[in-house]
Nanobody, 117 residues
Framework: QVQLVESGGGLVQPGGSLRLSCAAS????????MGWYRQAPGKQRELVAT???????NYADSVKGRFTISRDNVKNTVYLQMNSLKPEDTAVYYC???????????WGQGTQVTVSS
């Protein structure tokens, strides 16, 4: 029932920018904490950013100051603006949704981000 569809990934040069989008359906979007996670080959999935129903944002130290998470409760969409991209940002980026801190995440299918010269 919960559907999360990511888009906006692609190939970008170091220092470039991308904007990821995640369109949600099957949930009361405005009541959910939304997030972005990423997973590089051979590595664990890691938190990138989260944003609560009140638009309070949290970021991993590795992306703080470079990435911005935002949400549009009319469009039921969460965004990740990614600036000053580095090769180490290369990963599959996943959108997540959860009802609260004690709830489990629902996941999207992921979108590939590759940062390379």
């Amino acid at each position: 029932q919960v559907q999360l569809v990511e888009s906006g990934g692609g190939l970008v040069q170091p220092g470039g920018s991308l904007r990821l989008s995640c369109a949600a359906s099957g949930i009361i979007f405005s009541a959910y904490t939304m997030g972005w996670y990423r997973q590089a080959p051979g590595k664990q999935r890691e938190l990138v950013a989260t944003i609560t129903s009140t638009s309070f944002a949290n970021y991993a130290d590795s992306v703080k100051g470079r990435f911005t998470i935002s949400r549009d409760n009319v469009k039921n969409t969460v965004y990740l603006q990614m600036n000053s991209l580095k090769p180490e940002d290369t990963a599959v980026y996943y959108c997540s949704a959860r009802r609260g801190i004690m709830a489990s995440n629902s996941w999207g299918q992921g979108t590939q981000v590759t940062v390379s010269s």
